[in-house]
């Protein structure tokens, strides 16, 4: 049986050197491998980092926004409270100047309120809508037909076509 292992002819010194320069490559191989996953160590640290940065800002913004989210509608009362205190302040000796104040001071409210959205429910002679409505009682009407508000107890309002709070009707019968 012949040898085919290419070392077993090699003199012991060239079979030392041969292993040498292999484990010398392997080596520097080992070395080079090692410093690409410490950087890739240190790359994937600072993605952590960076992604725990944009949570934490994410989440900083978005407590600011549920703190200040009534901002706008808020700025917008301050006239109407304005007028109301100074309705207050006022001496007024005749009612009928004190009622025109008051209804002054409702249409700016309205004004207010409509411009951010908030829309009444519940008008007289509108078909029964029990989203929007809720039935306190049944009517017999002449004037409306059967399945319509007759009378509202409460509005309702909506909030950019979210129900805020239903309105109390009469429907007829």
């Known amino acids: 049986m012949e040898n085919t292992d290419p070392m077993a002819t090699r003199p012991p010194e060239t079979l030392d050197e041969t292993v040498n320069s292999d484990l010398e490559s392997l080596s520097r191989q080992l070395g080079e491998y090692e410093t690409k996953l410490a950087e890739m160590r240190e790359t994937v640290l600072r993605e952590r980092a960076e992604l725990d ?3 934490k800002r994410l ?25 109301l205190e100074r309705g207050l302040a006022a001496e007024v000796g005749d009612p009928a100047a004190l009622r025109s104040g ?18 009444t429910a519940g ?3 509108e078909p029964f ?15 409306h037909p059967s399945g319509r508000v007759a009378a509202v107890m ?5 909030l950019n076509d979210r129900l805020l709070r239903p309105a109390l009707v009469a429907v007829t019968k």
């Open 123 to 125: 008008a007289v002679g």
């Open 59 to 83: 989440q900083r913004d978005l407590e600011q926004a549920r703190r200040f989210a009534n901002e706008k509608l808020l700025a917008d009362l301050l006239p109407v409270l304005d007028n």
């Open 129 to 143: 809508n029990p989203e929007h409505h809720q039935a306190m009682s049944m009517v017999e009407s002449a004037e």
């Open 53 to 55: 940065n944009q949570r």
């Open 154 to 158: 409460q509005k309702g309002y909506v």
């Open 102 to 119: 008051v209804e002054l001071t409702l249409r700016e409210l309205i004004r207010v309120t409509d411009a951010n959205g908030l829309k």
